[in-house]
């Protein structure tokens, strides 16, 4: 397999980090199984993911966390619970992917992944307590099994199509940015609970 070209691996490591804050299991199972199964040629920090231990505990993780997305409040609590998880993991993950161009590029690559991871995670969190105020469950999973597409999508337009996802990752940006100012309320909501649930104080009630 021929090695990522510089486009391909910057593309890589933005979508990493943008998916680590929808989907870190899904992206790192499919990243490792793409470079496993020789689809891929994974850069050297990110071929740890393809090692069978690594595919087995993310492809387990990826189950749980496929099915908890999809149960109404559950899903917000998986939320709570990974803030602390998904955000390092996209920064580690995008300085993987560029790591062995220097300790500069790999700096940039942990901020930039760091803070797609923290804007997908916190567009999906206020998405989510907003979707929780409605009494049915189906447009909670509508939207999880969207997220889901979404972040496949986007993985096989980075290492395919770089430039492309370039574009669509600045729209997606604008998007999230008008979708969190729309959503203020549910988001101080969201900032509040977190708050309180790494406090161990009681969560303020409602939304």
């Given at each position: 397999m021929n090695a990522l070209?510089?486009?391909?691996?910057?593309?890589?490591?933005?979508?990493?980090?943008?998916?680590?804050?929808?989907?870190?299991?899904?992206?790192?199972?499919?990243?490792?199984?793409?470079?496993?199964?020789?689809?891929?040629?994974?850069?050297?920090?990110?071929?740890?993911?393809?090692?069978?231990a690594v595919l087995g505990a993310s492809a387990l993780m990826l189950f749980m966390e496929f099915f908890a997305d999809k149960i109404p409040f559950v899903d917000s609590i998986w939320d709570v619970v990974h803030t602390v998880v998904r955000i390092?993991?996209?920064?580690?993950?995008?300085?993987?992917?560029?790591?062995?161009?220097?300790?500069?590029?790999?700096?940039?690559?942990?901020?930039?992944g760091g803070t797609l991871a923290a804007a997908s995670h916190a567009t999906k969190m206020t998405t989510r307590a907003a979707v929780n105020t409605s009494p049915e469950p189906f447009s909670n999973i509508a939207v999880s099994l969207f997220e889901d597409g979404l972040v496949v999508a986007g993985l096989w337009l980075?290492?395919?199509?770089?430039?492309?996802?370039?574009?669509?990752?600045?729209?997606?940006?604008?998007?999230?940015?008008?979708?969190?100012?729309?959503?203020?309320k549910f988001l101080l909501a969201v900032v509040r609970k977190v708050s309180a649930f790494f406090s161990g104080a009681t969560a303020p009630q409602g939304l």
């Open positions: 070209d510089t486009p391909h691996l910057v593309a890589l490591a933005a979508a990493l980090g943008w998916a680590s804050g929808f989907r870190l299991y899904a992206a790192v199972f499919l990243t490792g199984l793409a470079g496993y199964l020789g689809w891929l040629p994974l850069p050297a920090g990110l071929q740890v993911l393809q090692h069978p390092p993991a996209g920064a580690a993950l995008a300085a993987g992917a560029l790591g062995a161009d220097g300790a500069t590029a790999t700096t940039v690559a942990a901020v930039l980075a290492t395919n199509h770089p430039i492309a996802f370039g574009i669509a990752l600045c729209i997606a940006l604008v998007l999230m940015v008008l979708l969190l100012s729309l959503l203020y």
